[in-house]
């Protein structure tokens, strides 16, 4: 028997996600979204990129999510000392240029505030027009340090 359906189990032979859940998160390893939400394989579709921000290719994933396989939640979870909330534009761009040797001038979500950060996320999964669920989208801030996961008030407006 392969090892890994057998260690998956009926999450190996079920497309949809068990909680209908969605997460978009940061790639920084140092969060294991598994771990901190007592998360088992075929729970729920993890998305990740750097700083866990609504990006257009998120809001892709997200509409598949969504649309193909169900899911009807979405939680952001941003996290603290997040590279894209210490760095600027300008300088990840510099960084990555020098490191490549290629100009980078690409649109990275960089922010100053995190919690703002994850309000505007929420905000634009909630107008997305290609996502059917946007009435139960919720943010969250994840303390590295205490290892605390605290909901973030959303914006009140749900748009039609």
């Known amino acids: 028997m392969n090892t890994r359906l057998h260690y998956l189990g009926t999450a190996a032979r079920i497309i949809e996600p068990v909680q209908h859940l969605a997460i978009l998160t ?3 390893a140092r969060v294991d979204v598994s771990a901190l939400l007592g998360l088992r394989p075929g729970d729920a579709h993890v998305i990740r990129n ?8 998120a809001l892709r994933a997200l509409a598949i999510s969504q649309a193909v396989m169900h899911t009807r ?9 997040c590279a894209l909330g210490r ?3 300008a300088q990840l761009n510099e960084q990555i240029t020098m490191a490549s040797g ?3 001038a690409e649109e990275l979500g960089c922010f100053t505030d995190p919690i703002q950060a994850i309000v505007e996320d929420i905000e634009r999964l909630r107008a997305c027009p290609y996502l059917p669920a946007r009435d139960k989208v919720r943010g969250f801030i994840y303390d590295l340090t205490s290892n605390v996961v605290t909901e973030v008030p959303a914006p009140d407006r749900i748009p039609t």
């Open 26 to 28: 940061c790639m920084d």
């Open 73 to 81: 939640e979405v939680m952001v979870i941003h996290h603290t000392d």
């Open 102 to 104: 290629h100009g980078f």
């Open 87 to 89: 760095f600027s534009q």
């Open 50 to 57: 750097a700083g866990g921000r609504a990006s257009s290719d």
